[in-house]
C-alpha cells in the first residue's frame, strides 16, 4: 500500500487548480453577469445550477472510473478521467470560494471582481454566495478524484 503517492498528487492538484482557477474566472464571471440581466434571483439561480450540474458530473464521471478500474481493470480509463475532474471541475468549482487573506489589492474577492466586469453590486454578492457551498464540494470532489487517481497504490 503506497499512500504516500497521495501527498504529491494533492500538492500538485492544488498548484494546478490554483493556477487554471485565475484563467477561467474571468470568464465564467462575465457569463454568469451577463446570463443574470442585472436579476438577483437569476443570478442565484445560474450560480447554483450550474454549479450543481457541474458537480454531479464530476462525481458520475469519478464512480466511471471506479468502475471501469474495479470490473475491467482499465486504468487507462481511470487515470484520464481523474485527471480530467482536477483540471476543469475543480478549479471551476473553487473559482467562487471567499478569499481567505487580502494582500493589498493582490487578492479580490470574487464579488469585487464582478463589480469590475459590471455587475451591480446585489448581483455580484448573489453569485458570491450562491456560489461558496460549491467551493468546498469542490474540495472534496478534489480529495475524492485524488484518493481515485491513485487507487491501484491505495487498495
Not at 485565475?22 to 450550474?50: C, E, K, N, P, Y
Not at 464582478?114 to 456560489?131: H, T
Request: proline share 5%; glycine share 4%.
Amino acid at each position: 500500500m503506497r499512500i504516500w503517492i497521495e501527498l504529491p498528487l494533492l500538492v500538485a492538484g492544488v498548484a494546478w487548480a490554483w493556477w487554471v482557477r485565475r484563467r477561467m474566472q474571468q470568464g465564467q464571471l462575465r457569463w454568469l453577469i451577463r446570463a443574470a440581466a442585472q436579476s438577483t434571483s437569476r443570478a442565484r439561480t445560474l450560480t447554483v445550477s450550474s454549479q450543481l450540474i457541474a458537480a454531479v458530473l464530476a462525481i458520475v464521471l469519478l464512480v466511471v472510473a471506479l468502475w471501469a478500474e474495479q470490473v475491467y481493470r482499465a486504468f487507462w480509463i481511470r487515470i484520464p478521467l481523474a485527471l480530467l475532474v482536477i483540471s476543469v471541475y475543480v478549479p471551476f468549482a473553487t473559482q467562487l470560494a471567499s478569499v481567505r487573506f487580502r494582500l493589498g489589492t493582490l487578492r479580490r474577492s470574487p464579488e469585487e471582481r464582478m463589480v469590475e466586469l459590471g455587475a451591480r453590486p446585489p448581483v455580484a454578492e448573489a453569485i458570491g454566495r450562491a456560489g461558496r457551498p460549491f467551493a468546498f464540494v469542490g474540495s472534496l470532489i478534489f480529495l475524492a478524484s485524488i484518493a481515485v487517481l491513485a487507487w491501484h497504490h491505495v487498495r
